[in-house]
């Protein structure tokens, strides 16, 4: 009897343990596009120079609650990327921009959506993510 109930344990606990979250190993996508707005440099107002689709622009994903980047992706000729093979789950998408609030040219900061895949097979379009060159 006693060697049944560990036994039942400790395919419960394999069990428990296959259980995947977020990350590559499945059939879903999140793809977007990475926006670019060019700015004259302070000292004076910041004036709209440029604006355009960031080609070769690194994005990244951070998997559920992971610490660190899951996986970085460079865009495309027209600004596109896409994250492939990926299992029901949080995701963090994010691509780094100059922040203009500081006086410091070399500060960045991360412009992130935030998203859940919730359907094995879903291709999640992302709206545009804006950033400052």
């Known amino acids: 009897m006693v060697i049944k109930i560990i036994f039942s344990l400790g395919i419960i606990a394999i069990m ?12 879903a996508f999140i793809k977007g596009k990475v926006y670019v707005k060019n700015y004259t ?19 990244y994903i951070i998997y559920g609650d992971e ?3 899951g996986k970085s992706v460079k865009t495309s000729y027209d600004g596109s990327y896409q994250f492939e093979y990926l ?34 097979t879903e291709t999640l379009t992302l709206p545009d993510i804006e950033i400052v060159k």
């Open 16 to 27: 428990a343990a296959c259980k995947k979250g977020p990350g590559e190993g499945g059939r």
């Open 67 to 69: 610490a660190g980047v």
């Open 87 to 120: 299992r029901k789950g949080k995701y963090v998408v994010y691509a780094l921009s100059d922040d203009t609030s500081s006086t410091i040219n070399s500060k960045t900061v991360e412009i992130k959506q935030i998203v859940e895949i919730k359907n094995a």
């Open 41 to 59: 440099a302070p000292p004076g107002p910041f004036t709209l120079q440029d604006e355009y689709y960031a080609q070769g622009e690194n994005v």
